[in-house]
């Protein structure tokens, strides 16, 4: 079984290189990549995404699992081995319903989308953007449609997130959540208005990323091991545990961005 399971890792490890890659070709394409680069570089991002699925949808990682789930029975619940052949299994029940193909197309369709909306907000202009969004919309719907019967159309896309949760139970987090939320806005909206010209003065950018880079080191954020720079809409990317990327954006006139 120790083979299994170590032939097991070897896969996971591998898919895992293939989805750090994937990660920094993101990385890069919101980074540095040139504006006019979204085509090329969603054709290698459909590549690489289709390349990870069919590893991990594989024949051989089912039968890997079907060996492994029983010895994931005899374990500790809450060790690393058992987590892992476990959350595994749940991952590749739902991989193995979904097209490679869409998968493969997905990433390339929310690629070049990703550009289109970067263009699209400089632009200030929604019809840049509308016909790569119907696109995205459509195929989350027919993703969805790869696990029917479901009790809400939003269930599997949850499930991406947070395993096992049902829509009907973020409802119940909401519908408890929104009278209170109700209340507090109308009593904040009944007080006078707070003095915030402070935050539209003039802020030069150079200024803001050395005010940044002192709060990020005084929280403890290694430099040899990440890098900050610019992106349209600031994010965090991690590699491994040894190289995290953290993004920031620069309003001259506006220091909350």
Known sequence: MQEKLDRFKKLIA??????????LLGWDQQTYMPRGSGEDRGN???????????????????DLLADLLPYADSLDPESDDARLIKRTAHDHDK?????????????RVTTI??????EAKAANKFEVFRPHLEKVLAMRQAYA?????????Y???LDDFEAGMKTVEVQEIFNTLRPKQVELIKAISGKPQVDRS???LDYPAEKQREFGEMVISQFGYDWSHGRQDESVHPFTSGFGLND????TRFNPQYLPS
Do not use: C
């Open 244 to 247: 995290v990327r953290i993004t």
């Open 113 to 118: 989308g990703q550009m289109a909306w970067e």
């Open 155 to 157: 269930d599997p896309l």
């Open 145 to 153: 449609n790869f696990f029917k019967p479901y009790d809400h159309i």
């Open 198 to 200: 402070f935050l539209s």
């Open 44 to 62: 290698v991002l459909e590549t690489v995404a289709g390349l990870s699925h069919q590893m991990f949808t594989s024949s051989e990682m089912g």
């Open 95 to 107: 991989s193995t319903r979904v097209p490679t193909e869409w998968v493969a197309e997905f990433a």
């Open 14 to 23: 591998e898919i895992t290189d293939l989805g750090r890659a994937e990660a």
